[in-house]
């Protein structure tokens, strides 16, 4: 038995000695240690992996929960800004690629004229207007803004554009009720319910900086309480610095596409619009500014509940300026409303420098004043920019030449503004073309006057872009000013001539700015107002009689051409028309 079984154990060493012995065994035991060690690797980069997937957000979740609210938001305010860079990015993607389907795939072959590429273009021009426009909402703020200002080129823009981005006039983002205790809050360590008497959180307006609501002090004065988005000036420089970038990719895509220069320009103006507090001087400026203007009211500012990102000022009823039926239907005149109008914002360019940037038709209200005439009520004044008396001088002078058709003058006076470029110049002023055998401006641009403005737009854009540069910065939002009013008076009909009666502002602004200069003498009413009535008459009488003898000169040829002492050519022929 014993013999037995140390046979039987030499035998299993015998066979395991074999199998380690075997020619390749090393190899094998070596590649079998090598698999195990990889597997180890492979392990610990797993847990590695679901360590960092798992604990990072657990720890970047606990250290949102210690924080306090503000800095909550701010960690928000940086992931959301990825967010909105990608959706813009993507809009702008989608848009192009659209745009470019459409023309080289879709319409290619077909005249521009034909019923097939008009329906496919329009359906194109609608599908990019609904997505600027959901982009624009989702992101909200500055985003809004700058949906709003396309608006006002609605002789540029095909009409899909202008009649889906007006829901942004006065349709934004609509916050909820916790964030407005948040920030009443933070800037005043009370609520609303404490701070008025009454407060309707249902906002009655909402804008592209804020949200208004309806409110009452405690003496029972009805207000109405602006109230800025709680994460906008947390945000702002982070949404500058996406459109920058984003400017940036269009600029390499479209080398001629170059409007950086106009963000970073108005970079510090639109940073004041934040400042409530701002707003609201800007506001009491332009009331006393405006006081001689008896059809003119600005909103009452109460200071005591007002902060940096709140403003509560007077209540005003009345429709927006764009609401024809509206305003026929309180029975006041269209032709009155808009000359107050355009009277109006010709004194803040041509006289007082002082100039609201952004009249959109939001913040004009028109209601009937105690004459039973129109009345309007300016409302948001955060966008303010200041022409200088120099710069107005020349502007007062440059828009009477155009209107006489002063070449010489037209030419003197846009150099100095720092324009070369004189004639491209004052068509931009007025938007749009000039014809200088002509004194008549229509305030209607026909359909040959806006094909030549859109093609100078796509034809000479790098030429428009060098007059931007050019002329002095605060003209840009002047443009702006000078575009809004012209897009609302032809809403309301055109009915009345703005470039005539912004001509005769800019006499009259010309001759109060001279007075002034005169020292002790400008103090006496009389003197000013005998001046000023002088020089408005001369222009009167010098564009009466200019056109009086254009009418002499077109009767006159026309009968040599009727009884055949004269031939009439194309040129002479529309002239003549």
């Known amino acids: 038995m014993e013999t037995n079984r140390v046979l039987r ?69 940086v992931t959301e800004g990825f967010g909105r860079f990608c959706r813009s990015l993507s809009v ?81 983002l609509n916050r909820r009720y916790k964030e407005v205790d948040a920030l009443f809050q933070e800037d005043f360590n009370k609520t609303p319910e404490q701070l008025f008497k009454t407060f309707d959180y249902e906002p009655i307006a909402a804008a592209s900086l804020a949200q208004v609501h309806k409110a009452e002090l405690f003496d029972g004065t009805p207000v109405a309480v602006k109230v800025q988005y709680i994460d906008l000036r947390d945000r702002f420089d982070g949404d500058i610095r996406i459109l920058e970038i984003l400017l940036d990719i269009i600029k390499f895509m479209h080398p001629s596409f170059g409007f950086r220069w106009v963000l970073k320009d108005l970079k510090g103006t639109l940073a004041q619009e934040l400042d409530f507090e701002n707003e609201a001087r800007n506001s009491e400026r332009c009331a006393v500014e405006l006081k001689h203007f008896s059809f003119i009211s600005v909103p009452k500012v109460f200071w005591e ?88 001088v020349a502007l007062c002078k440059l828009w009477r030449s155009i209107v006489l058709r002063d070449e010489a003058a037209m030419e003197k006076y846009s150099c100095e503004l720092g324009v070369k470029e004189y004639f491209l110049f004052c068509e931009m002023l007025l938007q749009r073309p000039i014809n200088m055998q002509e004194l008549g401006l229509s305030n209607i641009l026909s359909q040959e006057d806006t094909a030549y403005m859109r093609e100078m737009a796509s034809q000479r854009f790098e030429s428009i872009m060098q007059v931007l540069k050019a002329m002095p910065r605060p003209m ?40 002034e200069r005169t020292g002790m003498l400008h103090r006496l009413w009389v003197f000013r107002w005998v001046r000023t009535t002088w020089e408005s008459l001369k222009f009167e009488l010098a564009l009466r009689w200019e056109m009086a003898a254009m009418s002499m000169t077109r009767s006159f040829l026309s009968l040599l051409s009727y009884v055949g002492l004269v031939s009439v050519d194309a040129d002479l022929y529309e002239y003549l028309r």
Not at 9 to 17: E, K, P, S, V
Not at 335 to 360: C, M, N, S, V
Request: some cysteine; proline content about 4%.
């Open 92 to 172: 702008g993607v989608l848009i192009s690629v659209d745009y470019w389907w459409t023309t080289n795939v879709t319409v290619r072959g077909l005249h521009e004229s034909s019923p097939s590429y008009l329906t496919e273009m329009s359906a194109c021009h609608q599908r990019a207007a609904e997505s600027i426009v959901e982009g624009a909402l989702r992101n909200g703020g500055i985003y809004i803004k700058l949906g709003q200002g396309l608006c006002s080129f609605n002789h540029l823009l095909p009409p899909e554009y202008i009649r889906t981005l007006q829901v942004l006039e006065d349709k934004a």
């Open 9 to 77: 154990l030499c035998l299993h060493h015998m066979a395991l000695l074999r199998r380690y012995l075997h020619p390749g065994s090393s190899f094998q035991t070596i590649r079998t240690f090598s698999s195990v060690r990889e597997n180890k690797r492979r392990g610990l980069l797993w847990k590695l992996i679901v360590g960092v997937s798992v604990g990072l957000p657990v720890a970047v979740g606990v250290q949102y929960a210690v924080l306090a609210p503000r800095e909550r938001r701010k960690m928000r305010i």
């Open 476 to 515: 840009l939002l002047v443009f702006r000013n000078i575009n809004t009013v012209r897009s609302i008076n032809i809403t309301l009909g055109a009915p009345v001539d703005r470039y005539f009666v912004m001509a005769k502002s800019a006499v009259r602004g010309w001759s109060k700015i001279q007075a």
């Open 305 to 392: 509940q007002t902060s940096k990102r709140v403003l509560t000022a007077e209540f005003c009823n009345g429709c927006k300026i764009n609401n024809v039926e509206e305003i026929k239907r309180q029975g006041l005149s269209l032709k009155d409303t808009a000359d107050k109008l355009i009277r109006t914002f010709a004194e803040q360019i041509f006289y007082t420098g002082f100039i609201h940037a952004d009249p959109h038709p939001g913040n004009i209200l028109v209601r009937r004043g105690p004459d039973n005439k129109a009345e309007l009520v300016l409302l948001d004044h955060g966008l303010y920019e200041y022409l200088s008396q120099q710069d107005r």
